[in-house]
T-cell receptor, first 117, second 114 residues
Framework: GAVVSQHPSWVICKSGTSVKIECRSLDFQATTMFWYRQFPKQSLMLMATSNEGSKATYEQGVEKDKFLINHASLTLSTLTVTSAHPEDSSFYIC?????????????FGNGTRLTVT | GQQLNQSPQSMFIQEGEDVSMNCTSSSIFNTWLWYKQDPGEGPVLLIALYKAGELTSNGRLTAQFGITRKDSFLNISASIPSDVGIYFCAGSDRPTDSWGKLQFGAGTQVVVTP
């Protein structure tokens, strides 16, 4: 089955620094990946849709200059949290699928716990 | 973002009991998915539903796509301790051949006591 790998699993950084999170599709090519954020005891909130070879599409209220997304290849998308602040501390999860909805439902990575001190 | 209405919010059950949870939407959906999330991990797909009325099982799990296309339920039979976790429904109102974004329910926390 489709496998999505996310790295790192957790990261602690100081306020003002930037953090990069990687999302890889291990056994399939993903032209589209999705980035979610999840706060404790809450559901997943879509941040942006990452499209290979083109600009990401951000959801309303998500700052594109703060959450930089790069989808340079068919198997890798990265999310960079720039100038991180404590309120950016959250669980970030990427997801991908092989094809349209019927062919392949969404599969998730294991998430990255970001703590900004 | 918009969320589905998922209930109950939490369930405390004894091992061996059955569990039932559901999701409803105000609009017609073409796809319903059910996920389970363990602490500190990403959601894992349990069951995918693509047709109104569809009833699908995965071991002790059974899910159905409502006839009205506005709801879905998930049942867990004979619960065991490892069923503990948060269960999310997710759905899309886009055609199944599209790349439509998923909407997620708020989750149902399941706690199983021996």
């Amino acid at each position: 089955g489709a496998v999505v790998s996310q790295h790192p699993s957790w990261v602690i950084c100081k306020s003002g620094t930037s953090v990069k999170i990687e999302c890889r599709s291990l056994d399939f090519q993903a032209t589209t990946m999705f980035w979610y954020r999840q706060f404790p005891k809450q559901s997943l909130m879509l941040m942006a849709t990452s499209n290979e070879g083109s600009k990401a599409t951000y959801e309303q209220g998500v700052e594109k200059d703060k959450f930089l997304i790069n989808h340079a290849s068919l198997t890798l998308s990265t999310l960079t949290v720039t100038s991180a602040h404590p309120e950016d501390s959250s669980f970030y999860i990427c997801s991908a699928r092989v094809g349209p909805l019927r062919a392949s439902p969404l599969h998730f990575g294991n998430g990255t716990r970001l703590t900004v001190t | 973002g918009q969320q589905l209405n998922q209930s109950p919010q939490s369930m405390f059950i004894q091992e061996g009991e059955d569990v039932s949870m559901n999701c409803t939407s105000s609009s017609i959906f073409n796809t319903w998915l059910w996920y389970k999330q363990d602490p500190g991990e990403g959601p894992v797909l349990l069951i995918a539903l693509y047709k109104a009325g569809e009833l699908t099982s995965n071991g002790r799990l059974t899910a159905q796509f409502g006839i009205t296309r506005k709801d879905s339920f998930l049942n867990i039979s004979a619960s065991i301790p490892s069923d503990v976790g948060i269960y999310f429904c997710a759905g899309s109102d886009r055609p199944t051949d599209s790349w439509g974004k998923l909407q997620f329910g708020a989750g149902t926390q399941v706690v199983v006591t021996p």
